[in-house]
């Protein structure tokens, strides 16, 4: 517990409120970058002349040599303290003293935290790409298998697995975009808006930002103490990526029913029952169902905690930035076990003639009614429709579709008959002729499919582009500040 | 990770899969009544002849020898298989083997969960008293401590902190009562509904819940494994506490700002500024505010999680009990500290006629006018209304009133004079005489506020009394249960 | 719009501003209980001797007549001062101007929204218990019904429609209760705590709660302006009862697949689709399921409003309000409408034979090896997994068990053959004597069942008995409470 | 209510289940824009020659006469129905009736939505541009008005207003930017993707997201039907945004108290008390702080449902979309009063020199012992922290500090007295001289105010600029497609 702060305006502190205020366990995750950030402020102080050349390299040194040395206990107020603490130890409090001239901890908390998440961030979109490319390569193997598509979990319309997973793809897409732009918003120095004012001392800001590999500075100062909407940011994304994770497991999990039987676990996924020795669940998908969506809990305590706090620092940020890490790191547990599953995933090959899929080809009789027999479409959409219900009442599927109950139906509804042909009727039966048909941008036909998982390939290659460029352009600005150091040191 | 549900139906799991949903961690908080339930539950097989005493006997001596030998990492399932495990690896198989006879994970876990929360129950109404009795301690002292009341943060009526308080308290108390109610729900016995539709074996499942000191068997056995309803039930009081924890704290915080200068923080219990030597600030309490706010998430994830899950148990339910548990401790924590900060709260003496606070006087100007002049209430409010205008425009105070400024806008409201006294005036601007007038039930007067607090230490006895009940009652049952199995041992 | 307090300390008000923060609109639903608070209010100021019975009859007969006559519109800042206005036209400033003494639109408009709420939660039991009686009716016809228990929507073991259904229906039960309970919390009356201090006036506060129906007086002043915890304890439980009801939906869309096929709606609540004539869509469960999840939205927007406000009345107060009225009609319109659907839900007759449901019976084997073989639970559980895994991999269903395939399965386990006879597997291939035996209390043997829905139709007549009991004291006190101002008029 | 889709598959429907599901009020939103879908359709099916350019043209007619001849009520089904049923209604089914080849409403719902949603997204960064504007025009007034910068509510150091609304400013300029990479993803169309699987019609689905304005084709089919992603993004992005305002007015709403008096509103915009003349209420704060918080309640109401859903279309989606129309008219609303309160706001002038401002120097006395007197600043902050304790102890304020006082504290500190000036003091107690001194990048130094203002200013006519860009380019779609449309029609 220290009492470096304690022994001026305020007597000493109790070690319960201590213990109960402190931040210096969460902070185990910030430590390093208080300390990158406590260098390039230092050095910056020296080259502006606040601080001298001698006093300077002397905390610099210490600096350098805190790696590792520094353990965060629940009884220590936080991390900004104890390293303050160690320097003045180090270096004596003549020298040490100086450390915390002209900057407060309120302007190094959020810079702190800004310089993870844009680490955490990168984390997240290799993450995202690597489970990208398993379901690429997953799709791959499917341009021709064909499955149901559902809308409402009834049989719809024919599609193809690998379809169907470019769709799954391209949402997975827009969070990378999103969590790229906000990128952006992260990767801003606030460092010497200092408490809230700026100071007194002539600093040189944009100096600070680029020694830490920022893109710029977050200029007013209020505001950039008080700015926690890049954090919101992040998780409303996860949200959203939640959503999409969770419908694309909530798919698999439909699908993986006996009575679906589209996909289905390898048992090294799945769990049987203490009781019921049959058993084969897909618990692995609930897990990630469930763990998944409480981010959305995350975002909701955050964003209420947030809402109506008066501007500048409040202790009540130090409350929700746990609740940022975990949320990215439920994601990203999340999102890797998902890659496994993917990767591993077995497609059945399903009896498409089975009663309940033979439907999928009642739209194409309709189209085909139009296009061969000049119907309108809502006129053929209702023949279509009195065939289906007779079929199914008489507890026949749409396999026992025949020439004569069409034309008895047209009859019916136009007055007239119309001289379908049986190879009309089949071809419509056949689900591979009806997607290869579907063959419209973005459609299942299996040569767009392939066009559009080319493309998406490249997809991948851009963002593996950008994350190189990132982490080049951050890994440049740590070996910079270090030379920087290094430089200054050998001088003194 | 253990294989005893591997070798048949499924070949062995996946490391990472097991890791991934393993709630072993979790289930540490549960784990002693995981044993405890197994220990009736073999009682209750040998009692109704579905196992042989001999076989029994062995079991419950393992049962009885595993407390504290069991270790729980996250490679394993969970608590259940490896309790199970621990019995077969201490009886053999052939004998241990019979553990999970007529029972389920999915009513095990529900009713050890339904064990721990009725206990934790207890120790958040312990807290709550707690809390409650340090309040009136505090507003003992407090009777004739004139405080403004506020409305939308503007001086509304004078008031007394005693009486604040004991709205305060108020409050805590519905959360309470909430509680207890809740209590009951909690305290419903699952086991006998085993994987979600009882067994063929004869168990007798009133037997088990005696045993293990439930109210009664929660009845249907599809409902018994699907209800997470109580679970719900405590998170939503929990919120609802927040709200009344908040709004006490956020009316600290503002009062113990220097403007308002109503209440301090001893030194102990605050915070100064890294870099403004004369902070004090009231971090502690921003701490309260924001973590217990966050409870409302948990419970939004957890309400998420759980809408449109179909019946009985999934995998979900796994992930969303820790959030119970941390909601519990959280507010445990928070409403601990409060206590403390209750008991060393410095109540400042205020400057009562400082300007701001001198119009708390002016509803009792408009009443003195009602009942002294019999001018409509609406009328006199207009005049005050005008009055207190014209001393702001010039500046002025409330104490600044005078018999003529109220005479004459009552003569050009009301079109004649009224003969008011210099001393009617005097006793409406003393704060004391006020109070002691709003003497209605419920009202601030300090008798009425005494009869109150009188009224209120008897609630906490009966709450007392309620603890000690419950208390003795599962110790009672927890007792008998271990007797049953000393005497089923000594026959063996 | 209205300026009744405009000409005293404030000029007059803005129209674009009263019309933002109007609640006139709102308050149309709470208008009627503002008149008989007025009434009883008056009432009491005569019997207390506060307003002369002169005043107070003029002002009875005014409010009396003011029945229909009161339109609201946007444009008035809310329902308090327009019926305040109303009477002071009917009567005069003089004698109307008193309508306001010693009360506030604080204790007032909290007052109103409970008297309201109420008969709210009285509405919802009433709809809640005419669902659970057609849910009864419904579950009368499927005693014998053997439908699959899923776990993690794999089958699991075989109960009845009766006992599933018997499932929801104590679910709803238990919300039930939870709004009885909060009736009592709900059922307080505020007034006479005034603005948040009582008043100087001498009034009695008992008796206003008395001649509006409430329990009792909800006694401290400031707690009684500041508590809105009845209000988020009320949209909590609809949100409890929301994940209840998206659950019974939720089965309901899964098992009218065209692949589970246990029920099927009626066409009349089916859709089609404008493009896909084969199409039945459960369009009004997916509608019912969304429409009540939006109630958990609601209730964590109104407590992130409340979180951290300060004590006493705050507009945003005002702004929830309304939250509750949408989230109670949601939940009614949603619950009548699932109770036609209950009516009129088709069970469809299963083909139990089909090869997925045919592994329902596979707990009923291992049960079978335990009692006729004196094998260990464990080990019959894992011989059965590996028969199961068999049979699969053969592309066969649990149908196509023999005697010689669990011997030679159980040798391979035990080492030894077991003398199983075909009449053993042919018993546990037959769910319907499978169900029979699950005859333990709760378990859903149609015998059980029966006793179970016995027992519910008592507790519905309960449930009755409590509606109308409380129906009865609410019409009776506004009886009384119109039989004292016909009395005191008549001597008027 | 229609029968258009139900005389084939389905029975008709029953009216209460039509009305319960209907979307027909909600879908006047969308009314227009579903007319336009229809039109570019049409014209596409044509170019593309899948219908007759006779049929065409005078489905095209009907359609362009449709213009307010519709009214929705909610016992039709939706708005695409009306609009077919006009169609056919107009033409006859035998041309009408192809309206709806190769779309569906899966695909038309959520283009239509996107169409109307990217207008509202350009109205509200025309309203958040509008207050940004009114925001700097205050701001101008008040470059050289010091107010008490405070963090944790205790006065910190002094900036200035100008300084303080530039703060929010850029917060606010965040959400701009959000909102405007949003659009990009919000305009693409989906038409084409039909129910989910495109059509077997050879459509051109770039020509019809040409003509309706879209940047692209939102490609894969399903992902097409499925995403709603796009209304979560900007639903977050809202919430974020109501943190930013409510942190604002909660700042106005502590600094209009009585004892912080920084601002006041001006009396139109405040309301008084139906009991207490004196009051000056704030409410039209409150009601903005609440009803902008609701917000987040939408999104998290609106995730949840969207959580754990099936690919493709689910009726669920209607539910969410009328809380995105509400909650971007609530910001608007809200957006636009607090425009009207920024111009109208009264800055009063503070007395800088009472009590608890005078400590707003303290950090300057610290930074001024490190410059002058080379004593290391985690020292000086120790000595003015004992200088500041022992003034408070002594009810005195900074203002009373004196040479001695601190010489002798650092005396006692240092062990040396230091030759501090008089002039030193009065110095740093001339609050608009340190703020001059603030004069960092950022800093609330006036001249850096200004600087960042003309940029501010930019900044307004940039996005000025982009709002014509957007506005021209759909305007300028609109008349093409009419072009094209009277075009086809003159050559019929």
Redo the contacts between chains.
Sequence with gaps: MSN???????????R??VK??SSALIDKKILKHIIEINKAHVLMLVECNILSKDYGCKILKALSNLHGSIKLFSNM?DG??VV?EKI?EATG?????????A????DQVTTAIRMELREEIIRLIETLVDLQEKMLHLANKHLFTIVP???????????TFA??I???F??LQ??I??LQ?TFD?VNLCPM???????????????RVSELLGFNE?????????????FL??VM??L??L???V??????L??WS????GIVELP??????????????????L??I???I????????????????????????????TP?LWQSIDTVD?CLS?LA?IVSNLIIKSIALDK??LS?LS??????LL??NYEI???????????I??RLLEDGKS?RDLTVELVSEVAKQVLGHYIPLKAKEISNIMDLSR??E????????APEEVKR?MKARFETISKTETWISEKKNKLSMAYRRLENCITEILSSC
């Excluded at 048909?437 to 299942?444: A, E, F």
């Design positions: 470096l702060l304690r022994k001026g305006r305020l007597s000493s502190a109790r319960d409120v109960f205020t107020e900004h303290m303050e003045i409090q003549d020298i040490g003293g100086n450390l915390n001239l900057k407060s901890r309120n598509g559902y809308t409402h979990l009834q049989p719809a319309q024919p599609i379809h169907y470019v769709a799954q391209d949402a827009r969070t975009l999103r732009e918003n010497g808006a200092c408490a809230l004012a700026t100071t007194s001392f002539p600093i040189n800001r944009e500075v977050l200029e007013n100062s209020v505001d950039a103490v008080t700015a926690r909407d919101l940011e409303a994304e949200t959203i939640a959503v999409d969770t419908r694309f497991v909530e798919d999990e439909i029913t006996m009575e679906f048992d090294g996924f799945a769990s049987t029952s203490s009781i019921m020795p049959q058993k084969k669940n897909p618990d692995i609930e897990v169902r469930a763990r969506s409480l981010v959305l809990g995350n975002y909701t305590g955050s964003a209420t905690v947030l809402m109506s706090l008066p501007s500048t620092y409040n202790m009540d940020f130090q409350e929700i609740k547990d076990m496994k009663h309940s439907f009642a739209t194409e009789l309709a189209n139009v296009r309108p479409f809502r006129t053929s959409h209702r023949i279509v429709g009195i289906v219900k749409f009806i997607v048909s579907y063959n419209v941008k973005g459609g299942p559009m």
